[in-house]
């Protein structure tokens, strides 16, 4: 049984002093909502709010009702207004007394923050590393009954360069893409593209890795790297940044050349940027660059134009690293491309 606590009391009232736009109801919002199966919070504060980054500021529990912190399929929500300010609760018998708790956002078929099964392949296996770690790295030297490659159920691997006791647990990477920043040209990280996991069957020089799960095939040369098979996921609390961000987005997960709802996308600013787990930013398609014919006519030096950014839609950071953070798009209203730019929300 897992769970997420999204704070104690007095962490969420520094969440809430923190957010700096207020809550603003949907005019077709509901007054009461039945929670169904596969609902996030997210989901269910955007029936209710313009902007569902908010939700801490009209989330409360119910002390009365059996397991107040948590929200499963079935429960009916209730929005009530106490000295004219709207507070979204579980619906239960008698009075209704809000107070802020500590919150629990998931735990066993409880509702969560955004959709975890989306975003748990990139908290386990998909990573962002320095360049300088395949050179140092633990690496293939030799697959099992001598084949060109390998990474199936039962394959084992021979590893150089570990220093792991038996039963320690390794993903298998290659070498992927670089990311650098589209202004600068700085190198940011690369993705260490994951290829398979398993345990230590044999310490020493070389180890021997019996394969348990793979996704592509293993060749000599890949690196092995420590793997976490069960990370708590990072507590997400969705709101905007304190500071100002602008960030593009460098690169998408599954190759889509149009970037919509639900997919992965890799950002160029990090942890060193100020952007943290649960910021939410705004993302903004570029202006298209437009040929003026009047002003061509009119003598103009330049005769195109840069139109306006329209708004795309919105992401939510959950994986930040020293230089990128990756971010899972929430809505996109228009088609959203690389290199669009994401701001504070709005």
């Known amino acids: 049984m897992k769970k997420l606590v999204l ?83 579980k619906a239960s018998n008698g009075t209704i007394k809000l107070r802020p708790k500590a919150r629990v956002l998931s735990e066993g078929d409880a509702i969560t923050t955004i959709p975890l099964d989306l975003i748990r392949p990139f908290l386990i296996d998909e990573m962002v590393v320095d360049p300088s770690l395949f050179e140092t790295a633990p690496y293939v030297v030799a697959l099992g009954d001598e084949r060109v490659i390998s990474g199936g159920f039962g394959d084992r691997l021979y590893l150089r ?41 044999k310490a020493g020089d070389p180890a021997t890795l019996a394969v348990k799960k793979s996704k592509l095939e293993v060749l000599k040369g890949d690196v092995a790297l420590p793997r976490n098979e ?13 500071q100002e961000i602008k960030a593009q987005l460098i690169s998408v997960y599954d190759g889509v050349t149009q970037i919509g709802q639900y997919n992965v996308v890799t950002l160029n600013k990090g942890q060193r940027d100020g ?43 959950f994986r930040t690293y020293e230089k990128v953070s990756l971010a899972l798009i929430m809505d996109a209203v228009r088609p959203i491309h690389l290199m669009d730019v994401a701001r504070n929300p709005y």
């Not at 039963?167 to 593209?193: F, H, I, M, Q, W």
């Not at 069960?230 to 304190?242: N, S």
């Open 7 to 89: 704070a104690a009391a007095a962490t969420a009232a520094l969440l809430l002093g923190s957010i700096a736009q207020s809550a603003e109801l949907r005019e077709d919002h509901p007054d009461t909502y039945v929670v169904k199966k596969g609902d996030t919070l997210w989901d269910i504060s955007g029936r209710f709010l313009t902007k569902p980054w908010n939700w801490p500021e009209i989330w409360h529990v119910n002390p009365q009702v059996e397991n107040p912190h948590l929200i499963y399929p079935g429960d009916i929500l209730k929005l009530v207004y106490i000295d004219g300010k709207p507070y979204l609760v």
């Open 161 to 201: 360069g570990l220093d792991a006791e038996a039963g320690a647990s390794y993903g298998v990477y290659r070498k992927g893409k670089e990311y650098r920043d589209p202004e600068t040209n700085e190198l940011l990280g690369v993705e260490a593209r994951y290829l398979a996991n398993g345990s230590i069957e």
């Open 230 to 242: 069960d990370p708590l996921p990072p507590v997400y609390a969705p709101r905007a940044p304190e």
């Open 275 to 317: 952007l943290e787990e649960g910021h939410v930013l705004t993302v903004y398609q570029r202006g298209k660059r437009v040929h003026d014919k009047v002003a061509e006519e009119r003598g103009a030096e330049d005769p195109y134009v840069t139109l306006p950014e329209e708004r795309a839609g919105t992401l939510m950071v």
